[in-house]
């Protein structure tokens, strides 16, 4: 096997990236916008570690979350603003809100993948402020 056998092509990693992304995406859909645990359980790996110090460890932790989520907040929705992809990595920008006429969370979700499976998760949030120092949005 020569050393361009051994490597993948560009094209092969950019559609590896750009499938961890669609698997994410559709992840935040069905988990999230939808509430379908069934259809975003699908997504999980043999073991998924948990960082986001609210919810617990691993697939029941978060079944149990968007259960409790979605049943206090039944609109809660996320749009995801930005995402990017490198290696097994994928990173969200999203803006989450409860109800419509809140002004929401900005957070940013890490996503770490194995063989097309969710693994690992961080999770960094803020409510959505006016700067007095600047205009720039949050999102």
């Known amino acids: ?4 056998e051994k490597t993948p092509s560009h094209s092969s990693t950019g559609s590896i990236l750009a499938r961890n992304k669609a698997i994410v995406l559709d992840f935040i859909e069905q988990a ?3 509430g379908n645990i069934d259809a975003a359980s699908a997504h999980f790996g043999d073991a998924y570690i948990q960082h986001n110090p609210n919810i617990a460890d691993g697939v029941d932790g978060f079944c149990s979350y968007v259960r409790q989520l979605r049943q206090t907040f039944p609109d809660v929705r996320g749009e995801v603003k ?3 992809a490198e290696g097994d990595y994928v ?3 999203m803006l989450a809100k409860r109800d419509a006429k809140e002004a929401g969370l900005a957070i940013v979700d890490i996503f770490r993948l194995a063989a097309d ?3 690992e998760h961080w ?4 409510p959505i402020a006016e700067s007095d120092l600047h205009g720039n949005s949050m999102i």
């Open 1 to 4: 096997m020569n050393d361009q």
């Open 32 to 34: 999230v916008n939808r």
């Open 82 to 84: 930005r995402i990017v």
């Open 91 to 93: 990173v969200v920008h």
């Open 117 to 119: 499976k969710l693994v």
């Open 123 to 126: 999770e960094v949030r803020q």
